[in-house]
């Protein structure tokens, strides 16, 4: 089986199944809004339990101060 497969639309006449999906199992924290790998069954940061990644939405925090300094 490979990565893509075509998935089947019961909504279209005849399950046409025209639309492509790519499922990479990707989770993240709802807390922190960190990416996780698939087998990490924790944040390593807070604890918390992992989420589909489409499902974390929202304001994201502010990027870390080391990133907002000026090169000289």
């Known amino acids: 089986m490979g990565i ?6 019961e909504e279209e006449p005849g399950g046409a199944g025209n639309a492509l999906e790519l499922d990479l199992d990707l989770r993240a924290c709802p807390t922190c809004r960190r990416d996780l790998h698939p087998w990490e069954r924790t944040c ?3 604890g918390s339990e992992p989420v589909p990644r489409k499902l974390v939405t929202g304001d994201f925090p502010p990027p870390p101060a ?3 300094m000026d090169e000289e």
Request: charged content about 40%.
């Open 4 to 9: 893509l497969e075509r998935k089947r639309n």
């Open 44 to 46: 390593p940061v807070d």
């Open 66 to 68: 080391h990133l907002l």
